[in-house]
Every structure is written in C-alpha cells, then in structure tokens.
C-alpha cells in the first residue's frame, strides 16, 4: 500500500518545469495531436468539392455539432466515474475511427450520419484532460498550464494548417488518413505515459455530498460563463465556415486558407507566451471582454478584404484577440469547480464549444448565404462586442467568487 502510493505520487508529482509530469505528457500528447489535426479546418472546403451546396454543407456541420453536444457532457461524466485515463483513451481511439468513416463514405445521408457520429466521440476527451491538469497542477498555476496548452494546440494547428493545405492538392484524403493516425498516436502517449492508477476517479467531496451536473447547472456564474462561451464560440466557428466561403468566392486557391490559418497559429505561438504574463496582472474578466471585442472587430474586417495578404492581415487582428483569452476561461473553472465534479464542470464550459459547433456553422452559413456577406461580418461584430459587455457585467462578482473560492471560504453555489 505505502510502495504504490510512493509510486504514485512521484510520477504524478513529479515536475519540469515548475508543472507536473502528467501535464508535460497531456502538452505533448495534445501538440502531437493537433500537429495531425487537419479535418476540422478544411471540412467546408472538403464538402465543397464533394459537390454538396452550402445548404448541404450546412446540415453536414449541424450534424456534427448535434453529436458533439452530448459528447462533451458524457466525456466529463465518464471523467468523474471512470476517470481521467480510460475517457481519454476511449475518446481518441473512437475519434480516429469516426474520422475514417467520414472520410470513406460519399452519399449525403451518409455523410451526415457519419458528421454526427464523429461529433458524438470527438469531445469525450476534452473534460478528461482539462479535468486531469486541475487534479494535479496547483491553482496558482493552472492558467499557465491551460495557457501551455493552449499554445500547444496553436503551434499544432499552425503545423497542420500548412500541411493540410498542399495536401489537400494531392487529396482530401490524406487529410482523413492523418488526422486519424494522430490522435491513435495521442492514446498511446496516453496509454505508455500515465500508468493505470495515476489517473483514476476522483476522490469524494469530504462530507459524501453528492456533485454533479444539478450542482453545476444551479451555479448561477458558471451558467452565464458558459452562454458567454458560447456566443463567442460561436461567433469564432466563422474562422472554418464564413471565412473560407468568402475566400473562395474571391476565387482563390485552399493554399489561401491554409495560409491564413497557418499565420492564426504562428501569431499565438510568437505572441501567447510573453502577452498572456503581462495581461495576467490584469482582472480576468475585463480582459476577456476586451478580447472578445477584438475578435468581433477583426472577424468584421473580414468584408474588406479581397486579395490573399488583405485576409491575412485580417487574421492578425483578430488572433490578437485570440490570444487574450489563452487560459483564463479553463483555469476559472477549474478553480470554481469541486474536485468530484471537475470533469463536469469543464464539460459545462466545453459544452459552449460544442453548442457553437451547431448554432455557429448554422447561423454562418444561412446568414452567408441568405442575407449575405455584409450581414454575416456586422453579425461577427455585434457578438464580439455584446460578449464583451456580458464579461464587463460579470467581473465584480466572478472576482469576488474566485477569491472566495481560492481561499476555501466559498461555496459552489455562491453567487459573490
């Protein structure tokens, strides 16, 4: 009993760093992964040149985002009752799966089955791993570690924009074929890296009370967060639905895209690490606000670009944006949420990301291509700029309650 929990704890406390063993083996699992994460991005494009129509385009991504919004509340229950290891392994091995199910089939009906299918098993590892940094990295340094993260995924998607986008010249394919090969290689990292047993369930509250979604859903604060979440979310699904339409409608070539996805990366990359510190002496709520504006603003720019380097520039813009919301969101929760129920909690707030996967690509594609392109970009802009008085609105009381919660002399219901 003594030699396994020795064991135990210096592999999951011991650090690089300053951060935990198991949060460099997520970092590189999730870096790996993102590196082959080349489907998403390009699944407009894809769809496009299958010969489906914007409508039917619209309907394959809705499809996807109807299966995702139960995958991220199921992945943070398996989280919670299962743990951490087996939710990440069962996750990425059915998302490799799904992805080449997608891949092979060509009929519409069946490529919305298979859009909803990959949707269901695409998010069932994200509370697992958000779950699995707030277990064993310190609060003070869990936006640092979601940030780290964060910067991963964006120097991953900078190396797959670029890929994806030559690849997708010699087939679309090939694009299925490594996605799918990277998140079988983010299991085994998984599976060599975090031992069985170092990843488990989480321990019980200390007085037996149960917690579970009822709590979170009573949680007034974690509630609006996560509307919040999903309005911006949603506003940047644009980024994968109305931007490539525009970018083609302009006549220019995928490389184009790729291009511009690739400098969205880039920009995080250079820009995360020293511009995340400086604004993490600043209130985390008023930073998001202004983010958010800024992301709004810059998709809105989106309308007066017509060459390749004018959407490029464009980009910049609103990836500053981006980049001001690295970590702060994830952290928030985690230091807001109960350690029985952190993998619900994440799932609550990942939840956003997954309704916006339905609501954004379906709201992007009837407004781009009903009310046009005019209406689409002022749409962007309104978003940004309502999410920013939303956070504006919310930052006295999330600050108090974050503090509260900090100092164990909160509860989860409190409302600051």
Not at 16 to 35: A, E, H, K, S
Not at 41 to 49: D, H, K, S
Not at 314 to 325: A, F, L, Q, R
Not at 369 to 390: D, N, Q, S
């Amino acid at each position: 009993m003594t030699t396994q929990h020795t064991r135990r704890h210096r592999l999951v406390g011991a650090h690089l760093g300053g951060l935990p063993r198991t949060f460099w083996i997520l970092f590189g699992g999730q870096l790996v992964n993102r590196i082959g994460g080349m489907v998403a991005a390009f699944l407009v494009l894809y769809l496009g040149a299958q010969g489906l129509s914007a409508g039917q385009i619209g309907l394959v991504l809705a499809a996807r985002g109807v299966g995702s919004l139960v995958s991220q509340p199921l992945g943070g229950l398996l989280a919670d009752r299962v743990g951490r290891r087996l939710t990440l392994l069962t996750g990425l091995v059915a998302t490799s799966a799904a992805l080449v199910a997608l891949g092979a089939v060509s009929r519409f009906p069946l490529m919305v089955a298979a859009a909803a299918g990959l949707g269901l098993v695409s998010e069932l590892y994200r509370p697992a791993s958000s779950a699995l940094v707030a277990d064993v990295v310190p609060a003070a340094a869990r936006a640092k570690a979601y940030g780290l993260l964060f910067w991963a995924i964006n120097l991953g998607f900078a190396v797959a924009s670029l890929l994806a986008g030559f690849l997708a010249e010699h087939g679309y394919w090939l694009l299925f074929a490594v996605d799918a090969g990277s998140g079988l290689a983010f299991a085994v990292v998984i599976a060599v890296g975090i031992p069985r047993g170092t990843a488990g369930r989480p321990r019980p509250t200390a007085d037996g009370t149960p917690v579970g979604y009822r709590t979170a859903l009573r949680d007034p604060l974690l509630v609006a967060l996560v509307l919040l979440t999903l309005a911006y979310a949603s506003l940047y699904t644009q980024a994968q639905v109305a931007i490539p339409l525009a970018i083609r409608d302009h006549g220019l070539p995928a490389t184009v895209y790729g291009t511009a996805a690739a400098i969205n990366g880039i920009v995080i990359v250079v820009l995360q690490p020293v511009l995340t510190t400086w604004l993490a002496r600043y209130d985390r709520m008023k930073v998001l606000a202004a983010s958010w504006a800024l992301v709004g603003g810059g998709m809105a720019l989106t309308g007066l670009a017509h060459a390749a380097w004018q959407y490029c520039l464009v980009v910049v813009v609103w990836t500053i944006g981006e980049v001001g919301t690295a970590g702060f969101t994830a952290a928030l929760v985690a230091d807001l949420s109960p350690a029985a129920a952190r993998g619900r909690y994440q799932a609550m707030f990942g939840f956003g990301w997954s309704a916006a996967n339905l609501i954004g690509p379906t709201l992007g594609t009837f407004a781009y291509g009903t009310l046009g392109p005019a209406a689409t970009w002022l749409g962007c802009l309104g978003v940004g700029l309502g999410c920013g008085l939303g956070a504006l609105a919310l930052a006295g009381r999330v600050a108090r309650r974050r503090a509260a919660a900090l100092s164990g002399t909160g509860t989860v219901l409190a409302t600051g």
